[in-house]
């Protein structure tokens, strides 16, 4: 039972473009939400998150929106850079802290072409 | 910021034989690190949170005599894949948490890619 979805297995977006990468929950326990990026043969980097009392939460290029009643929440790229090009996973906790586990979802493969 | 080690990156090992990775926090103390592992165009999967100073914990499914986990200092984490089998091969992650300075979350290491023949 997946608990965190990413239906898209991979996108493609011309640089410069907005990237949306969509994610869905099943769990409505989660109160912490993650977006880590990943290039082949390394570990996820942290990219941003989102708690669960927030809809928005912006880091320059990179905005989170949650949507609670729907349990999806989508990772915005604006303008989108070939450097961007990585998998990008959408995780979830129980819980606030670093030291709560995290379920991950499948990823979703972003190509920017430029 | 934060930075987290494995070794080996890669290693090719015998159907049986029994293989180490480490991972180490470099530049704050982890008393818990979680491993990870991940097949080919999968998801990362939780295998067991290491605890310094007590028993892991494992993820329901993964043998915990299969992968041991010892937790020997506040930065360093070990899993040893015990008499492993092809079905073994994939790519382990750890994990720390960090919680200052903010973002408070997990560092990842660069993974280890076990290859058994």
């Known amino acids: 039972d997946q608990q965190v979805k990413q239906n898209s297995p991979s996108l493609s977006v011309q640089e410069g473009r907005i990237s949306i990468l969509n994610c869905d929950y099943t769990?409505?326990?989660?109160?912490?939400f993650l977006w880590y990026k990943k290039y082949p043969a390394e570990g996820p980097t942290f990219l941003i998150s989102?708690?669960?009392?927030?809809d928005k939460n912006e880091d320059g290029r990179f905005t989170v929106f949650l949507n609670k009643s729907a349990k999806h929440l989508s990772l915005h790229i604006v303008p989108s850079q070939p450097g961007d090009s990585a998998v990008y996973f959408c995780?979830?906790?129980?819980?606030?802290?670093?030291?709560?586990?995290?379920?991950f979802g499948p990823g979703t493969s972003l190509s920017v072409i430029p | 910021g934060a930075v987290v080690s494995q070794h080996p990156s890669r290693v090719i090992c015998k159907s049986g034989t029994s293989v180490k990775i480490e991972c180490r926090s470099l530049?704050?103390?982890?008393?818990?690190m979680f491993w990870y592992r991940q097949f080919p165009k999968q998801s990362l999967m939780l295998m067991a949170t290491?605890?310094?100073?007590?028993?892991?914990?494992?993820e329901q499914g993964v043998e915990k005599d299969k992968f041991l986990i010892n937790h020997a200092s506040l930065t360093l984490s070990t899993l040893t894949v015990t008499s492993a089998h092809p079905e073994d091969s994939s790519f382990y992650i750890c994990?720390?948490?960090?919680?200052?300075?903010?973002?408070?979350?997990?560092?990842f290491g660069p993974g280890t890619r076990l290859l058994v023949l």
């Open positions: 994990s720390a948490p960090r919680t200052s300075p903010p973002p408070e979350t997990q560092y």
């Open positions: 769990n409505s326990m989660f109160d912490y």
């Open positions: 989102i708690s669960s009392i927030k």
């Open positions: 995780a979830a906790s129980v819980g606030r802290t670093s030291y709560d586990k995290v379920i």
């Open positions: 530049d704050f103390q982890a008393t818990t």
């Open positions: 290491s605890n310094e100073g007590s028993k892991a914990t494992y």
